[in-house]
Structures are given as structure tokens and as C-alpha cells.
């Protein structure tokens, strides 16, 4: 099975809320990083964090990692309709760099406005 | 300008034919990849290519080979199409080697459609 599942699957907010989006895997890794897809679109990387990082920010993005027990989450602070995306983390194994890059399902955020 | 581009956007074709999709990245990056994402958004990796070599070929079927004529391009075939093999089709590109972090770059997809 897949290395990284997001929880929730779907997550409808809001608009100005905060949306925290789970990520659990099952290995050792290198780094964890997140990705964001737009309906019909690619996947735009968001923000990594390695694993002797414990947190990260970036602009209304903060992600946390606790490595004992294998999760990550991802915050969006005050929500916009922008945000309306599927939201996607990938681990990396030791040593593998992106070769060992591996995807979880996604949690697909609606922003209501 | 663009950094993954992928030709074509949209692929619409009856089962037993082959096609192609190309992809270009302008990025000066070693490794490629192709990635497919089925119905339910899942990514799962096909290939990837560094430095002219396959060096991920997950368990796909040999209808599929990829073709890298030089480091910025990686190009899909597929022989024999098949209903299955509907999805979106995701190019990618990263940086290799020592200290390199693993950071994706994505085209915007190719989704094919298999009548």
C-alpha cells in the first residue's frame, strides 16, 4: 500500500477558518513534503519538512512532523476560496531523494465562501 | 515559460491503438518521471529516468516504455490501449544526486481516455 494517507479525505470550511489536513506513513523517512493540486491542474509543491524538523512555516502554511509517531499535519490559517484544492503529502526514504517519492490520496479542501 | 510541459493536454482514442506523450522540462534537472493518477486521485509512479537510465520502472505493463532522447525530454508510448488504462498522466521532474531534497515539478497532465 501507499507510503503517506491523508486524513480527512474531504474537509468542507468556511472561508476565514483554519483547515488542518493529516498525514500518516508507515517507514522511515527522509523528508516529508506537501503538494497542492487545482481541479485539471498539476501538483505545486508546497513546503517540506525533514525529519529532525519538528515544524515549518510558510506565509499562512504551517506544518508539523513527529517522526515517533509517523504523522505530519498540515495548517492553513484563515482559509480563502483559493485554497479550494487537493492537498497531497509524499514521503521520501532515506537516501532515495525523489526516487523514493510516494503519495498519499489527498484530502480534497472545499472553501465555502 | 513553462518548466514541465506535456503534449497532449487531452487524448481521447479507441482500445488497441498506441500513442504517445511527450514531455519537455526546461529546468537543467537529471530525473524524470512519469506518474498516473486514476479515478480517485491516487499517484502512483511509473518510470523514471536519470541521466538517459531507468532506474524506477514499477510494476507496469510492458505496453507502457518510456523513451528519454536527452535529459530534458522523457516521452510515454503505450501499444495496445487498453479501458484501464484511462487516468491522467502526470510528468515530473527533480533534481538528483547528493543534498538534493526530492522536490517535484509537475506538468499539467495529459488525461487520456480509452473508448
Known amino acids: 500500500s501507499q507510503q503517506g494517507e491523508e486524513d480527512p479525505q474531504a474537509l468542507s470550511i468556511q472561508e476565514g477558518e483554519n483547515a488542518t489536513m493529516n498525514c500518516s506513513y508507515k517507514?522511515?523517512?527522509?523528508?516529508l513534503q506537501w503538494y497542492r493540486q487545482n481541479s485539471g491542474r498539476g501538483l505545486v509543491h508546497l513546503i517540506l519538512i525533514r525529519s529532525n524538523e519538528r515544524e515549518k512555516h510558510s506565509g499562512r502554511l504551517r506544518v508539523t512532523l513527529d517522526t515517533s509517531k509517523k504523522s505530519s499535519s498540515l495548517l492553513i490559517t484563515a482559509s480563502r476560496a483559493a485554497d479550494t484544492a487537493s492537498y497531497f503529502c509524499a514521503t521520501v526514504f532515506p537516501g532515495g531523494g525523489a526516487d523514493g517519492l510516494t503519495f498519499g490520496k489527498g484530502t480534497h479542501l472545499i472553501i465555502q465562501p | 515559460d513553462t518548466a514541465v510541459s506535456q503534449t497532449p493536454k487531452y487524448l481521447v482514442t479507441q482500445m488497441g491503438n498506441d500513442k504517445s506523450i511527450k514531455c519537455e522540462q526546461n529546468l537543467g534537472h537529471d530525473t524524470m518521471y512519469w506518474y498516473k493518477q486514476d479515478s480517485k486521485k491516487f499517484l502512483k509512479i511509473m518510470f523514471s529516468y536519470n541521466n538517459k537510465e531507468l532506474i524506477i520502472n514499477e510494476t507496469v505493463p510492458n505496453r507502457f516504455s518510456p523513451k528519454s532522447p536527452d535529459k530534458a525530454h522523457l516521452n510515454l508510448h503505450i501499444n495496445s490501449l487498453e479501458l484501464g488504462d484511462s487516468a491522467v498522466y502526470f510528468c515530473a521532474s527533480s533534481r538528483s544526486g547528493t543534498g538534493h531534497t526530492g522536490e517535484l515539478f509537475f506538468g499539467e497532465g495529459s488525461r487520456l481516455t480509452v473508448l
Open positions: 517507514t522511515s523517512i527522509n523528508n
